[in-house]
């Protein structure tokens, strides 16, 4: 059964009575202030001393005309790009959790041969102690050394919560780290290298400051290689003063509106700071008309975030976040910065994120804004993302062929996984 028009027709009403609450003119009679108040504060956000947020530079909004921005050279002769395909993790009945990730990195202009290196991770938990798999300290190389492999197994008992989502992180992260380090020296000098997502792996260092009895990752192995492979990623960038960037898609920080509510500012409307920033960068903040602003980009300056909230703790935004992991630079250069651009036509904002060690020098922000701008003006997601994207996704037929593989272990079915299935999206 679907609904009726008159069913149609209520829900409409209710819809059309929340909007009207919501006009513009309304919130910005808002006693919080203004966005641009807000904004001001952002030149130096603190809690407790401590500074969550600072401008780097001035407090800017910028904006670039995309038929412009489009039609000016890459500031880069090469890009690359790295991804991961999954095949999510799966339960079975005997208590095994696995997944796995398969990472490749794509180039502009092509490099086949690059396309065609990759590195797969098998990670696995089970909390039984008697239970043996069969785990791999090295890599085993496959397809004549052009990729590699290997099974791990996050130690048992260390897990009993959140378990899908761990195992995924860390066979996402440990073959992503893994393969950046692998190829980062046949990369060419002259190149832009782009991560798909934050620059480190967040959800991880969580788990790591915070920790409990339910999810000990201080304790694993492989959550402390990834931690060390990200600070390595980050040192050799450092060492050759060549740009990096996490490209975050969907950013879903609230880090900021936190931080702000902790200091006073009770009655904000937003959760996400992506919402304040849409608000801050839009049109109707310029008093101008709709159809010249979707014809632009926007965004901000660069922000430098040393410290973020984990739960009620403020603790540092770099992966240093266990005593035994080496950096090779100043513990500043390793804290996250970013900016945010935003795309008006399609109402789509996009977090930009770079270690401080390379960001400090206005030259190296500068170029990576442009770069960034530029790939945006042309594709919304950087062309070469996207290209690795395509190369490493798993389909799902695919997947179903990998864990068909498992004639002794039965696939811990649910009735919302047999009602609703899995498919491939489009693109």
């Known amino acids: 059964m679907t609904l009726e028009p008159v069913h149609i027709k209520a829900i409409s009403e209710l819809a059309d ?18 966005i641009e108040d807000i904004f001001e504060r952002l030149k130096e956000l603190k809690h407790d001393g401590q500074v969550v947020l600072k401008a780097i530079g001035r407090l800017k909004r910028g904006r670039v005309s995309i038929e412009k921005i489009s039609q000016s050279q890459d500031p880069f002769p090469v890009t690359y790009s790295c991804d991961s395909g999954s095949t999510t993790t799966r339960s079975f009945d005997n208590g095994l959790y696995v997944d796995f990730c398969h990472c490749a990195m794509a180039s502009t202009p092509t490099d086949l041969e690059l396309h065609n290196r990759r590195t797969i991770v098998a990670a696995t938990y089970s909390r039984g102690y008697s239970v043996h798999i069969d785990t791999t300290d090295e890599w085993e190389t496959v397809d004549r050394g052009a990729s590699r492999c290997k099974i791990i197994r996050i130690p048992p008992d260390l897990l009993n919560k959140r378990i899908d989502r761990i195992v995924h992180d860390i066979a996402l992260y440990l073959s992503e780290s893994e393969h950046i380090l692998w190829l980062k020296d046949e ?14 792996p967040k959800h991880l260092m969580y788990w790591m400051v915070v920790g409990s009895e339910e999810v000990q990752l201080l304790y694993d192995p492989h959550t402390e290689k990834i931690l060390q492979n990200y600070i390595d990623i980050v040192d050799h960038h450092i060492d050759r003063k060549r740009p990096f960037i996490g490209f975050v898609k969907n950013p879903e920080d609230m880090q900021i509106m936190q931080t702000l509510r902790k200091e006073g500012m ?47 703790m403020l603790g540092t935004t770099s992966p240093l976040v266990k005593e035994k992991l080496r950096a090779k630079y100043p513990h500043e250069y390793y804290s996250l910065t970013f900016f945010v651009v935003y795309v008006p036509s399609k109402n789509l904002l996009f977090k930009i994120e770079a ?29 070469t993302l996207k290209k690795a994207d395509s190369i490493a996704k798993i389909q799902v037929s695919e997947r179903k062929q990998i864990i068909d593989r498992f004639r002794y272990s039965r696939v811990d079915t649910s009735y919302n996984e047999i009602r609703w299935g899995e498919h491939d999206e489009d693109g």
Request: charged content about 30%; glycine content about 4%.
């Open 17 to 34: 009575r929340i909007d009207r609450c919501l006009k513009p003119d309304e919130l910005e009679k808002d006693e919080t202030g203004s």
């Open 187 to 200: 990369l060419d000098p002259r190149s832009f290298f782009i991560m798909d997502g934050p620059i480190y």
């Open 266 to 312: 009770k009655d904000l409307p937003w959760v996400m700071d992506a919402q304040f920033f849409k608000n801050l960068l839009s049109s109707s903040r310029h008093g101008e008309e709709k159809s010249t602003h979707n014809r632009c980009i926007t965004y901000t300056n660069w922000f430098m975030q040393p410290n973020q909230f984990y739960e009620r």
């Open 355 to 383: 270690p401080y060690g390379l960001t400090k020098e206005e030259e190296i922000r500068d170029i990576i804004t442009r770069k960034v701008l530029h790939d945006v003006a042309l594709n919304e997601i950087p062309a």
